[in-house]
Every structure is written in C-alpha cells, then in structure tokens.
C-alpha cells in the first residue's frame, strides 16, 4: 500500500510537470503557424483562438501520451537512482507488481487519449476545416475593408477600396494591383461590381485605366475603358450538406470522418484511418509497460542519455505506426494484419527488455 501510494503520488507530479511543458511547447508552435496563416490570408484573423483550440485538441493525445510515458520513466528512473528498487526487492516485492501500479496509474490517461483520438479527432478537424472553408469562399474583393489595402489569397493582387457606395456597385475608387504571368499591372476604376460570367466570378470594373509593363522591362502601356472584367475566382463549389451522402463522404478526409463509419467501412484508405486510431492508445499502453524495464538503466550513464532514449523509442514507435497507416492505405496488407505485426512486435520487444533487465521469473 504504502508502495503504491508513493509511486503514484511522485508519477502524478511528473506527469503534471512534463504536460506542462509539452502544451506550452505545442501551443506556442501552434500560435506561430497560425499566425502565419492569418497574415497570409488563409484563415480569418477573427477565428484565431478557435483555430488554436481546436489545433490544441488535435494533438492533446500525443500530449498525453508523451507526458505519460516520460512520468513513469522518471519516477522508476529515480527510484533505482536513490536504490529504492533494491530495497523493495529485499523486501519481497515481485518485480512484475511495478507493472501493475503503473497500469492503474495510466488508466484514466488511456481512457482519455482513447476518446480523444476516436471522437474529439475527427470533430477538432471537421470544426477547423469547415471555418477554413467559410473563409476561403469569401471572394477577394469582399476580404477588402474601405479604406484599407488586402491581400488577395493566392497573394497576386493587392485590392483597395476608397468607400462603399451603398448603392447597386459593390465598391467606389478601386486600386487594383495584379502580378502574375510575369507582367505587372495596376488598375483604377471608379467603381465596381461582382458579376458571374461563364462559370467564373469576375470584378466587373467601370470608367478606370490600366497601367500595364512587363517585369524587368520598361514597356509601359496605358489603356482607359469603360468597363473591364477582372477574372476572381471560380463559381464556389455547392456546400457539401447539399451534395448527396455518398458524394459528400468520398470528398471528405477520413481524418474528418467519424470512427463509427470508418468502422463500417472497407474502404483502404479509411481501414488505414482507422488502424491509426485503434493504434494511438494501445501505442501509448505499451510504451507505459516499456517504461519500467527503460528506467532500469545504469545510474552512471546520466538522466539526459536515459531521456534521448526513451524519445527515440517514442518516436520510432509513432513512425512505424504512421508507416502501417500508409501500408493499409495503399492496401498492401489488411487492418487485422497492420495492427498484429505493429502491437505484437513492440509486445515481444516488451517482453525481451524485461527479460534482459530480469524482471522475468523464469522456471528451472
């Protein structure tokens, strides 16, 4: 009792310690990527802190995990420091018991990182993906605040608009710059309107000049009309609630894909999706059970060799689990068959350190 009490005691605070850690590092990473969206014009600026959340959550189960397995690495890895093991051997304490209490210690964390990666998965990218979506659908006048310069989305032309007019024309004094196809060309217009002309949106621009020259070259040429179309984008595809649900579900990702469905299917590429799911707790369950026979390491060797040991086997054991993804997606073997060879090697490789580090009682 008194065993259990003080193991666990000391893995839940490196465990509150090493989450710590690792979400400020995942959250400061995920600050600059978006952040760097948002100034390139890829996401609203206004959706920044849910696309951080909902990017927090997307990876919370590799947080867990990580903070998890390096918690009870640590906590074992100081016990045989200060010869606490050799103590509790003395006194009768099989060696398999210590797997025992980090099993009901990592529990709860388990049933967590389960239901984070079977449901909060696929919703956290279904959210981001759907506000993605909204802002992408918003043509690139409409991003344009009176008064201010924006930058459209394929970052080729740079819009302002003097004010709106509130009348039938979208925008009044319009400065249009467009650099693409090596020419350069700067456009003024008095105003403007958006108009769908054979399957594409156009800018339709009224009473203006154009300003035209090619890169390098001081060929410049000056055009004034009446009415010029300015090519934006093509017509936005119907939202995917109107298409039917077959359609709708071979367009979306299987990342975004419920695992009830996945489940149902037989599709490769989803089977492939799901053995990734399936694999991420039962991945973390056994690099948990690894950590006692890598914490019996010699004391002299230092914590920091442990710590990039225990790293690399984390980080090995994840590439190989996104490898078997791939290898089912492609269909090269099946979901039962990925997961088998995957789980059941890192099994035996469980079994072969406790063997080497003798935590295994094997008969005469």
């Not at 230092?302 to 993804?325: M, S």
């Not at 059941?344 to 005469?364: H, I, S």
Request: proline residues 4%.
């Amino acid at each position: 009792m008194l065993l259990d009490r003080s193991l666990r005691r000391e893995m839940a605070r490196q465990f509150g310690a090493s989450f710590t850690v690792l979400f400020s590092v995942v959250l400061t990473l995920m600050l600059l990527r978006i952040l760097g969206q948002a100034s390139d014009g890829s996401v609203d600026p206004q959706d920044l802190f849910v696309l951080i959340g909902l990017a927090c959550l997307s990876y919370m189960q590799f947080i867990l995990g990580m903070a998890l397995f390096l918690a009870v690495l640590m906590a074992y890895s100081r016990m045989h420091r200060d010869s606490e093991m050799a103590i509790w051997a003395s006194a009768g304490v099989a060696p398999l018991r210590f797997f025992g209490i980090a099993l009901r210690f990592a529990l709860p964390v388990l049933v967590a990182i389960a239901a984070l990666t079977l449901v909060v998965w696929p919703w956290a990218n279904r959210q981001s993906e759907a506000l993605r979506e909204r802002f992408e659908q918003r043509s690139d006048l409409s991003r344009a605040a009176p008064g201010q310069f924006r930058q459209s989305a394929s970052g080729q032309r740079v819009f302002y608009i003097g004010r709106n007019p509130g009348g039938q024309s979208l925008a009044h004094d319009v400065f249009v710059r467009d650099a693409s196809d090596g020419r350069e060309s700067v456009t003024l217009a008095r105003s403007a309107s958006l108009r769908d002309i054979d399957g594409a949106r156009y800018l339709m621009l009224d009473h203006g000049t154009r300003y035209t020259h090619t890169l390098g070259q001081a060929n410049y040429q000056i055009t004034g009309f009446a009415e010029m179309g300015v090519r934006l984008s093509a017509i936005a595809a119907p939202p995917a609630a109107a298409l039917p649900e077959a359609v709708r579900l071979a367009q979306t990702p299987s990342r975004e894909i419920s695992s009830l469905t996945l489940a149902l299917s037989t599709v490769p590429r989803w089977r492939g999706e799901l053995s990734w799911r399936l694999g991420v707790p039962i991945s973390t369950l056994l690099l948990v059970l690894m950590a006692v026979p890598l914490a019996a390491s010699n004391p002299r060797a230092g914590r920091a060799l442990q710590l990039i040991v225990a790293v690399l086997v984390y980080l090995t054991y994840l590439n190989f689990l996104n490898a078997t993804q791939h290898w089912i997606e492609v269909g090269r073997f099946g979901m039962l068959a990925g997961l088998l060879w995957l789980h059941g090697a890192a099994a035996l490789a469980l079994l072969a350190a406790m063997a080497f580090k003798g935590m295994l009682r094997w008969p005469r």
